[in-house]
DNA sequence: AACAGTCTCAACCGCCTCGAG
DNA sequence: TCTCGAGGCGGTTGAGACTGT
């Protein structure tokens, strides 16, 4: 026995919504409030299904719903928690204030999906794609059809953090060189596309690289936490801490913010001779853990939270593992929740055994 | 300018969940 | 415990916009 449509009725109109019938829906809402959804149409005067209602409202006419581009940090935490969520798009969108599971969607089948292939990294999975032979972290990351000057000129540090042109589509006959910078310097000498696809490709590479410093970094930080103390090998984990140390202005930073500005494969961080994974930075001292903790404990408790970090962070913790924290108030405890998932799951994203990521860095 | 191919995203479809009775 | 139905969810579609030739 199937189940009947929610809506049967003659002269039901589909198809998009007129001006007229969003003023409507929306002064019906607004005199009466959300809910009866079945029995809107009618009072609104609305030849519609109230499930069309509903979605029109939810998705479209909500006051409060944010359209436009996605920042880089909401893209991070929709790849964060697409990995290892999946294709929860209300459950990633609770996450996201003010955007819409729809429009969360629709983002990603249309664009980070998309680059994440052109990456070789396979958008369900988050691993490497099978055709690629088990690329590396870095390699994954790394433009691999671009000229060899290109990918030179992508090291230097006139251009920090800005780590690949675009993997497909990239025009090698477009000046590097005359692209903007990060800082909005006015593109010149390409045509439009060319801009756009670098602009688009170039971003997600620095996406791609703050994921993936994450991931790497989380399971960094725990490993050596439960050790006690930090050894010079944890070089990666140098750099994050020192990074951390360095900024100067912690009442406003959010432990994403942070978390968003290290990036391991930046040049800036890293220069080209003294990428090696042994010796990065020299630092032989131990670190100690709890100057993270610390750090991150007082952001929690300063940071004006753009994001639902605490719940993101309680939330995946919670659902895949089976040591969940019960705080979900406690920062430091969700985000060892995180990582505990990170590092239960090592295949979270890449491959981030430390011997290779010492081999991507040599 | 015209056409074809591609992209975007609002909207729809059908199944699922869960609370009320 | 069962049934029903409203609301929620994820997959898919297709019209319009955009881009390339």
Request: with cysteine; proline share 4%.
């Amino acid at each position: 026995m199937s189940r009947k449509p929610c809506c049967i009725g003659e002269g039901l109109k589909k198809g998009a919504w007129t001006t007229d019938e969003d003023k409507k829906l929306i002064s019906y809402i607004h005199d009466h409030g959300e809910g009866g959804w079945r029995d809107i149409p009618q009072k609104a005067g609305l030849k519609r299904c109230g499930k069309s209602c509903r979605l029109r409202w939810t998705n479209y006419l909500k006051p409060e719903i944010k359209r436009g581009e996605f920042s880089s940090e909401e893209e991070q935490i929709i790849i964060m928690l697409h990995a290892s969520r999946g294709n929860k798009w209300s459950v990633i969108a609770r996450h996201l204030p003010r955007r819409t599971d729809n429009e969360i969607k629709n983002y990603w089948n249309t664009h980070l999906k998309k680059r994440l292939i052109e990456h070789g990294i396979d958008p369900t999975t988050h691993k490497p794609l099978a055709s690629n032979s088990n690329p590396t972290v870095a390699e994954s990351l790394t433009p691999l059809n671009a000229p060899s000057s290109d990918k030179q000129y992508f090291r230097s540090s006139s251009m920090p953090s800005l780590s690949s042109p675009p993997s497909s589509g990239f025009n090698p006959t477009c000046e590097v060189s005359d692209i903007s910078n990060n800082d909005g310097t006015q593109v010149q000498g390409c045509s439009l596309s060319c801009k756009k696809r670098f602009k688009k490709s170039s971003s997600t590479s620095r996406l791609l690289n703050k994921v993936a410093a994450k991931a790497t970094s989380i399971k960094e930080i725990l490993s050596a936490s439960m050790e006690g103390s930090f050894s010079a090998s944890t070089s990666l984990f140098n750099g994050f801490t020192e990074q951390i140390r360095n900024e100067k202005d912690s009442s406003n930073a959010t432990l994403t913010n942070t978390l968003a500005e290290f990036d391991p494969f930046s040049q800036s961080l890293y220069p080209e001779h003294e990428i090696n994974a042994t010796s990065v930075l020299g630092m032989d001292q131990g670190y100690d853990f709890s100057h993270f903790l610390e750090k991150s404990q007082n952001e929690d408790k300063n940071m004006n939270v753009e994001y639902s970090h605490d719940l993101l962070m309680s939330d995946v913790s919670q659902e895949v593992s089976s040591t969940s924290v019960d705080d979900q108030d406690n920062m430091v405890e969700n985000f060892e929740g995180w990582s505990k998932y990170l590092l239960d799951h090592n295949d979270f994203m890449y491959d981030t055994d430390s011997d290779s990521l010492e081999k991507h860095f040599i």
